[in-house]
């Protein structure tokens, strides 16, 4: 069992910046590979980025590449998510995934792996 609890979300004006947290309970932390997904309002739930065990390999979802980072560090339990040039357009709850497998070609079929979700936190952009 991972628990998986989310930080950092929050208000901030277009072109900012912010940095989430998703630590993580139990020992088999570094089993799993992390990912973030948002969900805006009336709209599915969709990829964001994702890790690998060892942090060595990260996937971007087109709309975020170049202008989010997803890091780890197994020695905290803890995955972030440093979102640069903030757009209106990000603004959605974005929550921390646990999943066994690293995303497959199609990215929108990551969800389907997800073992374990975070409750979520909310990032709202202004214009």
């Known amino acids: 069992q991972v628990q998986l609890v989310e930080s950092g979300g929050g208000l901030v004006q277009a072109g900012g910046s912010l940095r989430l947290s998703c630590a993580a309970s139990?020992?088999?932390?570094?089993?799993?590979?992390m990912g973030w997904f948002r969900q805006a309002p009336g709209k599915e739930r969709e990829f964001v980025a994702a890790i690998s065990w060892s942090g060595s390999s990260t996937y971007y979802a087109d709309s975020v590449k170049g202008r989010f980072t997803i890091s780890r560090d197994n020695a905290k339990n803890t995955v972030y998510l440093q979102m640069n040039s903030l757009k209106p357009e990000d603004t959605a709850v974005y929550y921390c995934?646990?999943?066994?497998?690293?995303?497959?070609?199609?990215?929108?079929?990551?969800?389907?792996?997800?073992?374990?979700w975070g409750q979520g936190t909310q990032v709202t952009v202004s214009s």
């Open positions: 995934a646990a999943s066994l497998s690293l995303p497959p070609r199609a990215y929108s079929d990551y969800i389907r792996t997800v073992r374990y």
């Open positions: 139990g020992r088999t932390f570094s089993s799993y590979a």
